[in-house]
T-cell receptor
Framework: AQKITQTQPGMFVQEKEAVTLDCTYD???????LFWYKQPSSGEMIFLIY????DEQNATEGRYSLNFQKARKSANLVISASQLGDSAMYFC????????????WGAGTKLIIKP | DGGITQSPKYLFRKEGQNVTLSCEQN?????MYWYRQDPGQGLRLIYY???????QKGDIAEGYSVSREKKESFPLTVTSAQKNPTAFYLC???????????FGPGTRLTVL
């Protein structure tokens, strides 16, 4: 069965510093996708970035990048030059054949950016 | 503006009552989803639909029901059989199961 693990329940980071949020996964699939979402206090989930298991390069979207290490089964989210508005919950999710192509979610990491 | 709307934002229910949560999208997406989120936890899939007039149970479907009569609408009914319905409910849609999901603002349900 597929599983997502986010080991950091919470993090405090100084504004303008880079942040790495950890995500490890477990799957027997060869083809799968990894997603990161942001959930501000308002509750809405905002899609940030996607990485396919066969993508050769790490995904990037503006200040977000995904540090994909396939052999270690890790898909860490890196936020460069953090801003106060980055304070939120962050969720890692994956999709694959084992889950009938539905998303399996981690428990999330609460990120607080300090001014 | 394209997007997903959920209503109401807050909902209070007495024990033993059924309630229906609305989810509408104008993104022309085929796939729609309902998730439940409890405090400090990730999302759990209740039901999903990949096409009109078809839907499948997710991991925690017991006590819930859905319909998908129109492409843009996927209402969720929380029945009295759901033993602990107090939670935050999120609706999402996607072009297909292989695409990223986009979410509505959520409905917070409280059982009194």
């Amino acid at each position: 069965a597929q599983k997502i693990t986010q080991t950091q329940p919470g993090m405090f980071v100084q504004e303008k510093e880079a942040v790495t949020l950890d995500c490890t996964y477990d799957t027997s699939d060869q083809s799968y996708g990894l997603f990161w979402y942001k959930q501000p206090s308002s509750g809405e989930m905002i899609f940030l970035i996607y990485q396919g298991s066969y993508d050769e390069q790490n995904a990037t979207e503006g200040r977000y990048s995904l540090n994909f290490q396939k052999a270690r089964k890790s898909a860490n989210l890196v936020i460069s030059a953090s801003q106060l508005g980055d304070s939120a919950m962050y969720f890692c999710a994956m999709r694959g054949r084992d889950s009938n192509y539905q998303l399996i979610w981690g428990a999330g990491t609460k990120l607080i950016i300090k001014p | 503006d394209g997007g997903i709307t959920q209503s109401p934002k807050y909902l209070f229910r007495k024990e033993g009552q059924n309630v229906t949560l609305s989810c509408e999208q104008n993104l022309n997406h085929d796939a729609m989803y309902w998730y439940r989120q409890d405090p400090g936890q990730g999302l759990r899939l209740i039901y999903y639909s990949q096409i009109v007039n078809d839907f499948q149970k997710g991991d925690i479907a017991e006590g819930y029901s859905v319909s998908r009569e129109k492409k843009e609408s996927f209402p969720l009914t929380v029945t009295s059989a759901q033993k602990n319905p107090t939670a935050f409910y999120l609706c999402a849609s996607a072009r297909s199961s292989y695409n990223e999901q986009f979410f509505g603002p959520g409905t917070r349900l409280t059982v009194l």
